[in-house]
T-cell receptor, first 113, second 117 residues
Framework: NAGVTQTPKFQVLKTGQSMTLQCAQD?????MSWYRQDPGMGLRLIHY???????DQGEVPNGYNVSRSTTEDFPLRLLSAAPSQTSVYFC????????????FGNGTRLTVT | AQSVAQPEDQVNVAEGNPLTVKCTYS??????LFWYVQYPNRGLQFLLK??????LVKGSYGFEAEFNKSQTSFHLKKPSALVSDSALYFC???????????????FGKGTKLSVIP
């Protein structure tokens, strides 16, 4: 089992560019989510999905887009990158069982200049 | 809205001494509580959870946590700290189920634990 795989590990963008952060899991988890981690802020939820075709906004969704066409994949799109989106992004997944813990990927470190 | 507070940004403890990392929460109803650990340049790893039942929960790597409903706390503990326990620790809370949005897990800001040899 690879678990939760995130690509790329590092990315540098210029302001206004767009890109997609990839996330894939091989555990047949129904629930998938994206968090961003900033110093002193902890982790903040961007978007989440409880199954293929179902997505919803978290705490900080502005500037990000998601879709869930398969159970395995949950890509995060930055539509027009801004310096405020410089952060470390984590994808996490779990079973839809309400007490299931999240499994995290190793993160994507994004810098927007 | 649910929230988590970790009042200490950093905790320093000598190797072999007991350690405590504090967490308090705010949520409507009975909480689902979790502790995670993050090593440098890695994602978070699950340590333990409280759902219901015994207030003392045991988890991975010798860690345990005590749920206190009256104080709305869920402190992480370990009887004897190891240098390898040095990492960033996050407490998280989930509210009782009330629809798809309930799956949201709210994290504290993290506490950096340094175990000194």
């Amino acid at each position: 089992n690879a678990g939760v795989t995130q690509t790329p590990k590092f990315q540098v963008l210029k302001t206004g560019q767009s890109m997609t952060l990839q996330c894939a899991q091989d555990m047949n988890h129904e629930y998938m989510s994206w968090y961003r981690q900033d110093p002193g802020m902890g982790l903040r939820l961007i978007h989440y999905s409880v199954g293929a075709g179902i997505t919803d906004q978290g705490e900080v969704p502005n500037g990000y887009n998601v879709s869930r066409s398969t159970t395995e994949d949950f890509p995060l799109r930055l539509l027009s990158a801004a310096p405020s989106q410089t952060s470390v992004y984590f994808c996490a997944s779990s079973y839809k069982n309400y007490n299931s813990p999240l499994h995290f990927g190793n993160g994507t470190r994004l810098t927007v200049t | 809205a649910q929230s988590v507070a970790q009042p200490e940004d950093q905790v320093n403890v000598a190797e072999g001494n007991p350690l405590t990392v504090k967490c308090t929460y705010s949520v409507s109803g009975n909480p689902y509580l979790f502790w995670y650990v993050q090593y440098p340049n890695r994602g978070l790893q699950f340590l333990l959870k409280y759902i219901t039942g015994d207030n003392l929960v045991k988890g991975s790597y010798g860690f345990e946590a005590e749920f206190n409903k009256s104080q709305t706390s869920f402190h992480l503990k370990k009887p004897s700290a190891l240098v390898s326990d040095s990492a960033l620790y996050f407490c998280a809370v989930r509210a009782p189920y009330s629809g798809a949005g309930s799956y949201q897990l709210t994290f504290g800001k993290g506490t950096k634990l340094s175990v000194i040899p």
